[in-house]
């Protein structure tokens, strides 16, 4: 069964650019949550979808926004990028989503560099 | 508010056992995961806790105790490659923003 996949890797963007980040989470899936996290730091929670609808969301500017698909794919998107967006975004993808005991399956992340 | 608080460092040698300790202040929650990342990777999920109690998973045992607002990681027989951040997580079973809420992290290093 294939883990989840973050596409691309790696990204190099410019100050007031903006980026977009896909994600497909394990096949059944239905709810996928991003994070971001910075060296040192904790995983500082973006938001999470689950059927399409955003379920939950962090405390972070209206620059990051996301949507998921149909198949349950989903993308993020960073708009007017800043240096501090500077960092590795994750995505993680479980069954529900709800209930503690689900755990989440992370994907390798997308590490992204702003100049 | 809601916050878990872990250790940040934690250093121990081969063989040896440590706990990692996670205390809670959350009015309510469905239990609580313990995630490893090793640097450069992706979390993974080590142990959930939905009942008070321990849970054992090979040389990883994982505690909670509601009443206390605490629960624990533990490791025994320590080895190289355990060296890895460990994130505790809870996820409020009450509210309408039912974020799963994480710790910190603390970074375990292990030595020869």
């Known amino acids: 069964k294939a883990g989840v996949t973050q596409t691309p890797r790696y990204l190099i963007k410019t100050r007031g650019q903006q980026v977009t980040l896909s994600c497909s989470p394990i096949s059944g899936h239905r709810s996928v949550s991003w994070y971001q996290q910075t060296p040192g730091q904790g995983l500082q929670f973006l938001f999470e979808?689950?059927?399409?609808?955003?379920?939950n969301k962090g405390n972070f500017p209206g620059r990051f926004s996301g949507r998921q698909f149909s198949n349950s794919r989903s993308e993020m998107n960073v708009s007017t990028l800043e240096l501090g967006d500077s960092a590795l975004y994750l995505c993680?993808?479980?069954?529900?989503?709800?209930?503690?005991?689900?755990?989440?399956?992370f994907g390798d992340g997308t590490r992204l560099s702003i100049l | 508010g809601q916050s878990l608080e872990q250790p940040s460092e934690v250093t121990a040698v081969e063989g040896a056992i440590v706990q990692i300790n996670c205390t809670y202040q959350?009015?309510?929650?469905?239990?609580l995961s313990w995630y490893q990342q090793h640097d450069g990777g992706a979390p993974t999920f080590l142990s959930y806790?939905?009942l008070d109690g321990l849970e054992e998973t090979g040389r990883f045992s994982s505690f909670l105790s509601r009443s206390d607002s605490y629960g624990y990681l533990l490791l025994q027989e320590l080895q190289m490659k355990d060296s890895a951040s460990y994130f505790c997580a809870v996820r409020p079973n009450a509210g309408n923003n039912r974020k799963l809420i994480w710790g910190l992290g603390t970074s375990l290093a292990v030595n020869p």
């Open positions: 959350t009015s309510g929650f469905y239990g």
């Open positions: 979808y689950f059927s399409e609808t955003q379920r």
């Open positions: 806790n939905g």
């Open positions: 993680a993808s479980s069954l529900a989503g709800t209930g503690g005991g689900q755990p989440q399956h």
